[in-house]
């Protein structure tokens, strides 16, 4: 097998059909082909020469890991359990805890018990309500018997030698948080496909509080000899990780308050950081998980949000501010955080600005712009420039559509430059379509010039002015028109400073 891909015909009918559909439904990835593949499938060693030939000096301790899952498919939890069990090396593992939160589907149940009770060193604890992934992990690490908890997802596979290099460097600083590479396993064939470890990506984020995934900074990738090395990393995706118990309880584990899903990932990566440790991708240590397209939980992303708010409160001091903007200032009822602040003020961490200057410096901080929000046509009541894309997709398109007042899709920056940026987006035009695509210096398709007079948005390389029209379904798109001065190509912007625009002649 080796991790390859699995395919279903596209045209199969009937029972296999409804099955494949179900499977998709219950868990956003295709069950039906997980169910087909052994759960002790063999996968290639992808470590580098150099972690195969490394032996450790110290004597390291023992770990237990913890895998929290909620309604998790059989096949996915098994295989990740096996997996373990397989590939981590005798004396390192004490114990795999398994928490279940309050799932319902019947195969975890009585099944799975029979199952675990014939495993050795498996325990099943089950969460009395439905607690969400952040307090379900406190329940496993505080029922931990090691000095170090390691998490992992319901539907992981572990390869040959990743638990050693991960312990090694917590036995060196216990104050250091690693992560291993996260491979992908496709969420429709389940194929296994490693990166490249001169590829790595680190974690970053982004002012919507996303996590996102970045390439090493240049000057870190020149200074590279061991691509198998440990790398420093702002951020980490945050399911899977190991860290030592005792610092996780220092750090207050996770904020107890955040529900369900999300913004536990950057809570901690901000707070080992600000609060005095180190946070590493291992290299040698691979790991694949499902990453799946969709959520497969009700309200996850109110959840999402209200966890990203406290989140700010907390660790963002001033900067909470550049999250708010893109919320459209709607905080919601984010409950109490004043035992949060407590922590942080006891820990005596280091502020948001040090984060960002020693971890993140290459993070753009949008303070700088010439305008910021909504982007309005005067052509229409109340519609607004509207980003399609969902970051990090590359290219995509944009449309315009009701102003919403929320942030989100519509809110843009127009930097000192002239370009009007989303996320990490340019408004640009190419191939005669407006689109949007990685910002790139010194590209004059991506740079508008903004006339408060007029109103009129100018294409610096074209000439022409931005405008609207409907197509056939009537939905509404920008284009671009030789300017005239009608009412389409007028348009609005939220904040607008010109006195922040660097004159276009120097820029070009
Ligand atoms: C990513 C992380 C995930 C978590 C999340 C943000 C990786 C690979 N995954 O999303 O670990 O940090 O970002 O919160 O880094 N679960 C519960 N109870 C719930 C919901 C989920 O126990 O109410 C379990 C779930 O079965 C799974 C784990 O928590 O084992 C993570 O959930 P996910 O797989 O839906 O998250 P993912 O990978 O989209
Ligand atoms: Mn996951």
């Not at 990932?265 to 946070?279: P, R």
């Not at 691979?286 to 109110?302: L, M, Q, S």
């Not at 007029?454 to 074209?462: A, D, P, R, S």
């Amino acid at each position: 097998m080796l991790g390859k891909a699995v395919h279903v015909k596209d045209d199969v009918k009937g029972t296999i059909r409804m099955l494949i559909k179900k499977g998709w439904q219950d868990n956003a990835f295709n069950q039906f082909v997980s169910d087909l593949i052994p759960f002790g499938r063999t996968l290639p060693d992808f470590r580098e020469d150099w972690c195969k030939q490394r032996k450790s000096s110290l004597s390291l301790p023992e770990v237990t890991i913890i895998i929290c899952f909620h309604n998790e498919a059989f096949s996915t939890l098994l295989r990740t359990i096996r997996s373990v069990l397989h590939y981590s090396h005798k004396p390192f593992l004490r114990e795999i805890i398994l928490v279940d939160d309050f799932s319902t589907m019947l195969h975890l149940k009585s099944r799975l018990d029979a199952r675990i009770q014939k495993l050795p060193s498996v325990r099943l604890v089950r969460a009395k309500r439905r607690e969400g992934l952040i307090r379900s992990r406190i329940i496993g690490a505080k029922e931990a018997s090691t000095s170090i908890v390691l998490f992992l997802d319901s539907h992981c596979e572990c390869t040959e030698g990743w638990l050693q290099p991960l312990i090694e460097r917590i036995a060196e600083n216990n104050r250091t948080v690693v992560s291993p590479v996260i491979d992908h396993i496709d969420p429709s064939t389940f194929e296994y496909v490693a990166q490249n470890p001169k590829d790595i990506q680190l974690g970053g984020f982004n002012w919507n509080l996303n996590f996102i995934w970045k390439s090493l900074p240049r000057k870190i990738a020149a200074k590279r000899k061991k691509f198998a090395a440990p790398v420093k990393t702002p951020t980490i995706a945050g399911g899977l990780f190991a860290i030592n118990k005792d610092f996780f309880e220092h750090l207050g584990y996770y904020d107890e308050d955040f529900e369900i899903w999300g913004g536990e990932n950057l809570e901690l990566s901000f707070k080992v950081w600000m609060c005095g440790g180190t946070l590493e991708i291992v290299p040698c240590s691979h790991v694949g998980h499902v990453y799946r397209t969709t959520f497969p939980y009700a309200g996850a992303r109110e959840n999402a949000k209200r966890n990203s708010v406290r989140l700010a409160e907390v660790w963002l001091d001033d900067y909470a501010k550049y999250f708010y903007e893109r919320i459209g200032y709607l905080k919601g009822d984010f409950g109490d955080v004043s035992q949060r602040q407590k922590l942080r003020k006891r820990l005596k961490c280091n502020t948001f600005e040090w984060y960002l200057n020693n971890v993140c410096s290459d993070m753009v901080v949008p303070n700088n712009t010439a305008a910021r929000g909504q982007i309005y046509t005067t052509g229409s009541h109340d519609m607004c420039l509207n980003a399609n894309a969902s970051p990090p997709d590359g290219t995509s398109d944009v449309l315009i559509k009701p102003c919403h007042h929320q942030g989100g899709h519509q809110f843009w920056l127009y930097t000192r430059e002239g370009r009007l940026q989303f996320d990490h987006l340019c408004l640009d035009f190419l191939f005669n379509v407006i689109t949007l695509f990685t910002c790139r210096n010194l590209a004059d398709t991506q740079i508008w010039l903004y006339d408060i007079k007029t109103k009129l948005m100018l294409h610096v390389n074209t000439q022409d002015c931005l405008s609207v029209v409907a197509n056939e379904k009537n939905d509404m798109r920008p284009v671009l028109e030789r300017c005239s001065g009608k009412k389409t190509q007028k348009w609005y912007m939220d904040n607008f400073n010109a006195n922040n625009l660097i004159p276009v002649i120097n820029l070009l």
